[in-house]
């Protein structure tokens, strides 16, 4: 099993920079892929961003791509998402999430956070 706590939401302005953390417990942390969703107020939940194991490849929804970057360091059971331009349709919870398998999917995850709130002002 894997747990995950996120770390680093908080409000900001728009056309800030954010940058959320999520640890990791477990020694099989290398063996999961990694995603970061998030929830708005009366939406959905959403997928934002993924990572595969070893961290060669990633993969961003529509929205994020160019503006979100998620990187991992497997040493130390962390993952992260680095989000630039913030505007104010990004307010939302972030979640991270792990699954044990190979590639850069965008749901099916297992095991997720608590979530972590980030509001952006306008």
């Known amino acids: 099993q894997v747990q995950l706590v996120e770390s680093g939401g908080g409000l900001v302005q728009a056309g800030g920079s954010l940058t959320l953390s999520c640890a990791a417990s477990?020694?099989?942390?290398?063996?999961?892929?990694m995603g970061w969703f998030r929830q708005a107020p009366g939406k959905e939940r959403e997928f934002v961003a993924a990572i595969n194991w070893s961290g060669s490849s990633t993969y961003y929804a529509n929205f994020a791509r160019g503006r979100f970057t998620i990187s991992r360091d497997n040493a130390k059971n962390t993952v992260s998402l680095q989000m630039n331009s913030l505007k104010p349709e990004d307010t939302a919870v972030y979640y991270c999430a792990a699954v044990r398998r190979l590639g850069v999917p965008s749901d099916g995850y297992e095991y997720w956070g608590q979530g972590t709130q980030v509001t952006v002002s306008s």
């Open positions: 477990g020694r099989t942390f290398g063996s999961y892929a």
